[in-house]
């Protein structure tokens, strides 16, 4: 079965900390993984997309890896700031179909307190 | 930030009326999606559409139905809706992206919130 699991479910940090999400999935075949910032009561924005062939992509503060083989991702976001507040989410889409059929996970709440 | 609308944003009506979630954009996308979205909970995928007078059920069942008239306009509309169908509407469109299909990107607009009493 398809799926994308993500960890931890929530988590709080001081503002100027670093932290990482992970990002675990079964999806098969796959096309593409991608990482999405989403503010309470608005929707998703996309952070970074990587493909099969790229194991790291960063956007500003932002870092997402990816490891193909153990089916793996991370996304690392350095000296966080309090608008970093959100949940993250991690959408894996499989090969295959015209529309590329996207999975996504529950997302991480992250909170950073001043 | 993406041009893509949806209105109302906040919605609370009564068991049994008929209502349309209205979801625009103006980017030229062919590509619209509606998602539904439980707090705490993954997007779940409900309807689709690869251009106008195309439109597709997602993975999720819903009551609900869609419309593409013009490529610009994907609305949604209950019924009757139930208190079941409470929940966060998220309309998206996506362009092709520079890397072809496999990098689509898609633009999530702000959602409505319906509350069914």
């Known amino acids: 079965k398809n799926q994308v699991e993500q960890s931890p479910q929530s988590l709080i940090i001081l503002e100027g900390k670093n932290c990482t999400l992970q990002c675990n999935y079964t999806v098969s075949p796959f096309s593409n993984l991608r990482w999405y910032k989403q503010d309470t009561g608005r929707g998703p924005v996309s952070l970074t997309i990587?493909?099969?062939?790229?194991n790291t992509k960063s956007n500003g503060r932002y870092t997402a890896t990816l490891d193909a083989d153990t089916k793996q991702s991370s996304l690392h976001i350095t000296a966080s700031q309090l608008s970093d507040s959100a949940s993250y989410i991690c959408?894996?889409?499989?090969?295959?179909?015209?529309?590329?059929?996207?999975?996504f996970g529950r997302g991480t709440q992250l909170t950073v307190w001043p | 930030e993406a041009d893509i609308y949806q209105t109302p944003r906040y919605l609370v009506i009564g068991t049994g009326k008929k209502i349309t979630l209205e979801c625009s954009q103006t980017m030229g996308h062919d590509k619209m999606y509606w998602y539904q979205q439980d707090p705490g909970m993954e997007l779940h995928l409900i309807h689709y559409?690869?251009?106008?007078?195309?439109?597709e059920k997602g993975d999720l069942s819903s009551e609900s139905t869609v419309s593409r008239i013009r490529t610009e306009h994907f609305p949604l509309t209950l019924e009757s809706a139930r208190p079941s169908h409470t929940s966060q509407y998220l309309c998206a469109s996506s362009d092709p992206g520079t890397g072809g299909v496999d990098t689509d990107t898609q633009y999530f607009g702000p959602g409505t919130r319906l509350t069914v009493l």
């Open positions: 559409s690869y251009g106008v007078n195309s439109t």
């Open positions: 959408v894996v889409s499989d090969r295959g179909s015209t529309l590329g059929r996207l999975y």
């Open positions: 990587m493909t099969f062939s790229e």
